[in-house]
């Protein structure tokens, strides 16, 4: 019972979709009942055309029978194209305005979400789930509404030809109803593991996609082939399911409607005497009868896979954002950055990442980490611009709590390049103004691909500024894609920077080159630099060695070196690594 009506709710949240565009609705919804009364109408004319015209020879009604006949079918036809085209025209628009509400709100989802759902899930529901709601608010609805207008059409044809025979079509409407109520339930819950099924091959196949030089180096084709089988084995394991519930559900509802016609053929021959034409009506009609109930109980299946669909989608629409709970706008900070007493555990985990963490960086000071993988570099950083919040303690900006700073304004004054460099299958023109279209021109953008020895690239691809790059920079080397995101910082010229191995992926010609444009743009910001090549962080004023989320050791490269601890141990083992 609580399923139905979550079913029913969901439903109603479908159909407010539809709201905007409800004269476009209403004119389908009349579209569709005209065209199944002409259906009914011309069942209706059977009666009459048999007995006065053939049987009575009524020549009269022989000679306008025709033209009637062409009427009706002129009406039926025009009715048809209105519907049709009117429910397209809503159920694409509807689509078109969920989606926008599902990306708008992929946008605006806590970094914790997507640290739960991998992106081909994500896609799956914007691409796939929200098709199987068009099927359940467009395509399910207008042959809903044309079924059943159908339906009343031959009902009140047949009782109008004879109640008595009629009657006995009452009998198999509360069997259809119960085995539509059955397959309803099951029909919901396979709908969700084919959805969570189409997540997984989605997802698969995106990582493949993504992945395919790593996957042909390392020989891996053959177990991303059997994950894929795997993946498309669980989806079509519930897809047969789904169709053989489906499968049965329509010749049952068949055989129920046949022995009720089976019925009415022996009364009207044993218990009634009716005429020839009252006869043919009613077995026309209720032969025609079959068909809509038939489509009726197929089309629950889409229906629910819809609602179904909707569930999974309207969740996502419905999670919490992240928290912007600031009031304060900052206009430029100054960049002072206070950790006071910061400790941090990821969401749903107990392990703490974090551990009371406290430093005071100056404006225009700049702070490297170091230490080993997952001593807790990179959680550090991402506390700064709010990716995730500190389970306790604070971090503040210019003597205000990031808490109290919109997040807008808290990331304008924020700027990161890290080793996974982002950039859009747009123009480099683009990527390196991406945020700031419209408030820069072409002589900012040269010069900050100047600054960051990019220009000296840029200015020989065959359209320069205006080369498409590729999926995420796929035309391009590693190097060249890394100048683009420093570029890129430098342009907006924020006051905090975020280096995450901004040189990883630079030869040593290039890391030279850069490494100037680097320091320009360190005097310029309060800087926080990971870097694991520990050479080149020799010159930041302050370095902060990290292990199992504590800073163990604070200092200059002298002082820390002086001091031959940790830091001193990193560098030596680094030295020993490179002969």
């Known amino acids: 019972?609580?399923?139905?009506?979550?079913?029913?709710?969901?439903?109603?949240?479908?159909?407010?979709?539809?709201?905007?565009?409800?004269?476009?609705?209403?004119?389908?919804?009349?579209?569709?009942?005209?065209?199944?009364?002409?259906?009914?109408?011309?069942?209706?004319?059977?009666?009459?055309?048999?007995?006065?015209g053939f049987i009575d020879k009524d020549l009269a009604y022989l000679e306008t029978f025709p033209l009637v006949l062409i009427g009706i079918f002129a009406v039926r036809g025009t009715a048809n194209v209105m519907a049709t085209y009117c429910f397209g025209y809503v159920s694409g628009h509807v689509v078109s305005d969920i989606r926008r509400q599902l990306f708008a709100k992929f946008m605006r989802l806590p970094a914790s979400d997507y640290d739960k759902a991998t992106s081909g899930q994500m896609i799956s529901k914007l691409l796939y789930n929200v098709d199987q709601i068009s099927a359940a608010g467009g395509a399910s609805l207008t042959t809903m509404v044309r079924e059943v207008a159908l339906i009343i059409s031959l009902l009140v044809v047949m009782f109008y030809t004879s109640w008595r025979l009629s009657l006995v079509l009452l009998i198999i409407i509360p069997i259809i109803a119960l085995l539509i109520s059955f397959a309803s339930k099951h029909f919901r819950r396979l709908s969700h593991k084919q959805q969570h099924a189409m997540a997984e091959v989605t997802h698969v196949t995106e990582e493949s996609l993504k992945s395919y030089r790593e996957i042909r180096i390392f020989g891996g084709q053959a177990y991303q082939e059997q994950s894929f089988n795997k993946a498309i084995m669980y989806a079509l394991r519930y897809n047969l399911k789904f169709t053989m519930i489906s499968a049965l559900n329509s010749p049952i509802v068949q055989m129920v409607g046949a022995v009720a016609m089976s019925l009415v053929i022996y009364i009207a021959v044993a218990k009634l005497h009716v005429s020839a034409g009252t006869f043919v009506t009613m077995i026309t009609a209720m032969v025609a009868i079959l068909k809509p109930l038939r489509n009726i109980t197929g089309l629950n299946a889409g229906l629910q896979s819809g609602v179904a669909a909707a569930q999974s989608v309207f969740a996502t629409v419905d999670a919490e954002e992240e928290k912007d709970t600031g009031t304060t706008v900052l206009a430029r900070t100054r960049g002072h950055v206070q950790f006071k007493n910061v400790s941090f555990s990821y969401p749903g985990h107990n392990k703490t990442v974090l551990h009371e963490i406290?430093?005071?960086?100056?404006?225009?000071?700049?702070?490297?980490?170091?230490?080993?993988?997952?001593?807790?570099?990179?959680?550090?950083?991402?506390?700064?611009?709010?990716?995730?919040?500190?389970?306790?303690g604070d971090i503040i900006l210019d003597g205000i709590s990031t808490h109290d700073i919109t997040l807008a304004s808290l990331r304008e004054q924020i700027a990161v390049v890290s080793q996974h460099v982002a950039l859009f299958n747009d123009t480099i023109f683009h990527n390196i103004a991406y945020s700031m279209l419209g408030e820069v021109d072409e002589a900012n953008v040269i010069e900050a691909a100047k600054m960051a020895h990019a220009w000296e690239f840029i200015e020989k691809l065959p359209h320069g500024l205006y080369t498409v790059t590729g999926e995420n920079g796929v035309m391009l080397s590693g190097g060249q894609r890394q100048r683009l995101a420093i570029a890129r910082a430098l342009l907006k010229k924020a006051p905090i920077l975020i280096l995450d191995e901004a040189t990883s992926a630079l030869d040593n010609e290039s890391e030279r080159l850069i490494q100037a444009a680097i320091e320009t743009i360190m005097k310029q910001s309060t800087t926080f630099v990971i870097a694991h090549r520990l050479s080149t962080i020799e010159h930041v004023d302050r370095i902060l060695v990290m292990d199992e989320g504590r800073i163990i050791e604070s200092g200059s490269h002298q002082e820390l070196m002086s001091a031959e601890g940790a830091y001193a141990d990193l560098r030596a083992f680094a030295m020993d690594s490179n002969h």
């Open 1 to 52: 019972m609580q399923s139905s009506q979550s079913g029913l709710k969901t439903y109603r949240r479908i159909l407010s979709y539809v709201k905007p565009y409800w004269f476009l609705m209403l004119l389908a919804l009349v579209g569709n009942a005209l065209y199944s009364a002409m259906d009914g109408y011309v069942i209706h004319l059977l009666k009459p055309l048999m007995d006065k």
């Open 358 to 392: 406290n430093i005071d960086v100056k404006p225009g000071e700049s702070i490297a980490l170091v230490g080993r993988s997952g001593s807790g570099k990179s959680t550090f950083v991402s506390l700064l611009p709010r990716f995730y919040d500190a389970t306790s």
